[in-house]
């Protein structure tokens, strides 16, 4: 935590619609690239939210692999569904391998997260809708004696296991953004379709 702290860039955010916005306006290549895409999959699961989805079509017209240094590394939430499959062909157009499969196994100890007709057809059981899972992809070869300007450590989490976020929300685990800074140590570093934290 010391070396994280010591080498810690302060974030900076900026609201834009990234169907209409070119990332190579960022003028920077990146270390680390975090997408939490708006999938229908999770629209379809909060009901009432104003947020418009993206298809994998449409994710895939984003120049992920121009805005991208050699080596880098992405993370990709890609939902419990048809998504893996789709987001490892993501992950093949950007220029990544897939290295990991972080899984996201959802509780729902406090059953006020569940809306009145999900309790009636899926039970109130310990866990529920229960997984997410989140991509981790290379681009380039990375070696930890030659790169340790970049790279810290394994993953050595690939299970998060956390309480579902409030009813309405799509919120992913914090636990995910300590992983990435204890294994990439790289500072050039983006999210896609992020909030403010």
Known sequence: DELIKQKATPPFYMKTDLKT????KLESKF???????????????????????????EMGQLKV??????????????????????????????GFRRSEDIVWV?????SSNLSASESKTEGRGILHKTKEHCLMGIKGTVRRNVDGHLIHANVDTDLIIDEEPPFGKTDKPTELYHIIAHFALGRRRLELFGKDH
């Open 21 to 24: 916005f070119s990332l190579t």
């Open 31 to 57: 270390d680390v690239v975090l997408i939490d895409p708006p999938w229908e999959e999770f629209t379809k699961r909060v009901p009432g939210t104003e947020t418009e989805f993206w298809t994998f079509e």
């Open 65 to 94: 692999e121009q805005i991208t240094d050699t080596p880098s590394f992405i993370f990709l939430w890609c939902g419990s569904e048809e998504g893996l499959d789709k987001g490892r062909l993501l992950l093949k157009k950007w």
């Open 106 to 110: 959802k509780t729902n100890k406090s």
